[in-house]
């Protein structure tokens, strides 16, 4: 699937380019998209990688993660069937998850990755991706992210009066989203060509790192008197910082905010938050269970460098091929030949440039997004449905070149699709739930 998909890109790029006289923009596009693969995307990446790595490493030996993954197992065991209930992936799962919907991106994907890399130590066929990590990545593409930040900070720049006001359609559409993928992707692991019976693996020798951990669970640790104390003392710290800013109007005689306000307002002050207090909470419990919090963080932190150097042909392949597809004027080519269908069923046409750019790239989407808010208004209807889709989709095709790529997984089965499917319903859940709640 991924090579027919990025040989398409290249070759509609092509094509077009022959057509439109636009050589000189795809060969300038390819250059461009090559540096920032590594420049912009795989050495920031690296350093955010480094970071957790090293710093969940500490939340692993000390148990933390274990405990994580037991609190939700009922559901986990669920979407994850073909994973050890007690495997360390299911903890890592929990936690991109939750940095998912805080919108701390930075932190998500060093998480999704050392999920990824967890879930191939189970892989028996080396380069296809099993069910779990089919799953795992059509959850991811959903996006599942309490609030929209980046959409709602365009709306606000932009003079919107009710910038928050996308993130109830936001939440309606990234339910959808996330149903689907779910649904799409359990269903599509059975059919013929994406059976994993069906799989032959690519290669002979996995391209993971060896696993650094034990699948069984942590042994018990004598925990320190002054553990409890400190910990008791850093969560009140926390609390006494956040409640203040989450519940401005209880504590600064600020009016009561709408719904959709209140919700971003409480995570807007979570989420500055949460950073800061896991990078002193996960070494300071790690401290007090007797772990050498420095030595094991070096440790984690090497794991960083390395899927990093691994991920970077992937990175540089995917995203030359979209700009040489996006810069080549197919892109529009194909909105033009849509908008006579979409007029047709009665679809916003101001919308296809951010449905076709959403999956392919996430700095044209935002492109895209701030341009027709400039266009339309910040209070227009279709400005509200383009940054609920921005909101509840994520790029595709980036998630799979960075997630399958640090694995070395090139047979991705039904992931691609199940991803597609869930950004087309967050397409049709943004529309509907906005014309629901802006009328």
Not at 235 to 258: D, E, S
Not at 304 to 316: C, E, K, N, Q, S
Not at 368 to 376: A, E, T, W
């Amino acid at each position: 699937m991924l090579n027919a998909i990025w040989l398409c890109l290249l070759a509609a790029g092509v094509v077009v380019a022959a057509i439109t006289g636009q050589f000189a923009e795809i060969n300038q596009a390819a250059l461009t998209a090559a540096r920032s693969a590594v420049m912009d995307v795989a050495l920031p990446l690296c350093g955010a990688m480094t970071l957790w790595l090293g710093i969940v490493r500490l939340a692993e030996k000390a148990g933390l993660i274990h405990h994580f993954a037991r609190l939700i197992r009922p559901i986990l065991v669920r979407l994850f069937s073909d994973v050890p209930p007690d495997h360390p992936a299911m903890g890592s799962i929990v936690m991109n998850m939750a940095a998912n919907m805080l919108g701390v991106s930075n932190a998500a994907t060093p998480l999704g990755l050392r999920a990824m890399s967890q879930l191939n130590e189970l892989n028996t066929k080396d380069g296809v991706a099993t069910n779990a990590m089919c799953t795992f990545l059509a959850i991811n593409t959903s996006s599942i992210q309490l609030v929209p930040a980046t959409a709602v900070n365009i709306l606000a720049i932009n003079g919107s009066k009710n910038p928050t006001g996308i993130v109830g359609s936001t939440l309606i559409a990234t339910f959808f989203a996330t149903l689907s993928a779910i649904v799409a992707v359990k269903l599509l692991q059975r059919v013929g060509p994406f059976r994993w019976e069906n799989q032959i693996a690519v290669s002979t020798s996995k391209l993971a790192p060896a696993p650094t951990h034990s699948d069984e669970a942590p042994q018990p640790r004598t925990v320190a008197r002054w553990a409890p104390w400190a910990e008791a003392a850093l969560c009140l710290m926390f609390v006494t910082v956040f409640v203040p800013n989450a519940f401005p109007y209880w504590f600064r005689g600020v009016p009561t905010a709408g719904f959709s306000s209140a919700i971003a307002t409480f995570f807007n002050a979570l989420s500055p938050l949460a950073i800061p207090f896991l990078l002193i909470f996960f070494p300071l419990y790690a401290a007090g269970r007797g772990i050498p919090v420095y030595s094991e963080f070096i440790e984690g932190a090497k794991e960083g460098f390395a899927i990093t150097v691994r991920l970077i042909p992937y990175l540089v392949g995917m995203l030359v091929a979209i700009a040489v597809f996006r810069d080549s004027g197919a892109l529009n080519l194909i909105q033009k030949l849509l908008f006579p269908l979409l007029n047709w069923i009665h679809f916003p046409s101001d919308l296809v440039p951010m449905v076709l750019v959403r999956p392919l790239s996430g700095s044209g989407s935002t492109a895209v997004l701030s341009d027709l808010v400039k266009n339309l208004g910040p209070d227009n209807i279709v400005s509200y449905m383009a940054a609920t889709i921005y909101g509840s989709a994520e790029t595709t095709f980036y998630v799979v070149a960075v997630y399958f790529g640090s694995v070395g997984v090139t047979k991705t089965r039904h992931a691609i699709p199940a991803g597609l499917c869930a950004d087309l319903v967050g397409v049709i859940a943004s529309v509907l739930a906005c014309r629901l709640l802006f009328r």
